[in-house]
């Protein structure tokens, strides 16, 4: 990240280690169908973060974020499409996700509190690169039980969270609804543990899906000093995806 971009961006982060969550989520969406999504989330605290998303009436895709560029894998990994800001407006599927929530919860890319203004509500929180959501309003912080969501799509998103649970000290929210004038539906956690967890215990490794491919060795990680490590093909494509 950028130096300037350091002292206005102070990330929240859902999950402060590396872990992998598993996500199921069921919607009525805005054509009133039923719609459902599974998403493996692979999350590093200092590399690419990668959701693989498995649709039932939609083609599955991998989604890999670096923060400041991102890009998008279809049908195992053969087709490959770039991403700007811009797009991260597109809902996942047929379902009312939006590829901004990945994002969010990859990053937690949040404005840091603005010290000019003492009375400001600390649980107004604004996003810092979002073309989606421009704020999330919480009940209460750190774990919410109530989450207001407004930006860009102009009505409001509702979320809900049932209950919060400890995965291996992280704790995260294991069941929510949430809701719009436009749709509904409901997300869980059906599991969650630590990235080592695959490394010390195999037995423990899911069974992956046919989109959970090995990525090509085009898209390696390079290391970057002061830098989240951005694959190659990323790094070549800076100022066409920054614009």
């Not at 490959?80 to 379902?95: A, D, F, P, V, W």
């Not at 009375?119 to 690169?129: F, G, H, I, K, M």
């Not at 860009?152 to 949430?178: D, H």
Request: aromatic letters at 8%.
């Amino acid at each position: 990240m950028a130096q300037g971009v350091k002292k206005t961006v102070c990330p929240r982060l859902l999950a402060n280690s590396s872990m992998i969550v598993n996500i199921d989520g069921k919607f009525v969406n805005e054509e009133k169908n039923k719609t459902s999504t599974s998403i493996e989330w692979r999350h590093h605290d200092d590399a690419l973060d990668t959701f693989f998303v498995k649709l039932n009436d939609s083609p599955s895709f991998t989604y890999i974020t670096a923060g400041k560029f991102r890009y998008m894998e279809f049908e195992e990994g053969k087709v490959k499409r770039q991403l700007g800001l811009h797009h991260l407006r597109e809902n996942i599927g047929k379902t009312p996700l939006r590829l901004d929530d990945l994002e969010l919860l990859a990053n937690g890319y949040f404005k840091c509190p603005d010290s000019t203004k003492p009375d400001q509500n600390p649980n107004v929180l604004s996003t810092a690169v979002s073309n989606t959501w421009w704020s999330v309003v919480v009940d209460s912080l750190p774990h919410p039980e109530k989450v207001v969501m407004r930006g860009a799509p102009k009505k409001p998103r509702y979320i809900s969270v049932a209950n919060w649970k400890s995965y291996a000290g992280e704790l995260l929210p294991t069941l929510a609804s949430m809701s719009s004038e436009d749709y509904s539906g409901s997300l869980w956690i059906r599991a969650a543990y630590p990235k080592k967890v695959l490394e010390t215990d195999p037995t423990q490794k899911p069974v992956k899906p046919k989109i959970l491919l090995p990525v090509p060795k085009l898209f390696g990680k390079i290391a970057v000093e002061g830098e989240r490590k951005i694959p190659l093909i990323l790094k070549l494509n800076q100022q066409l995806l920054s614009e």
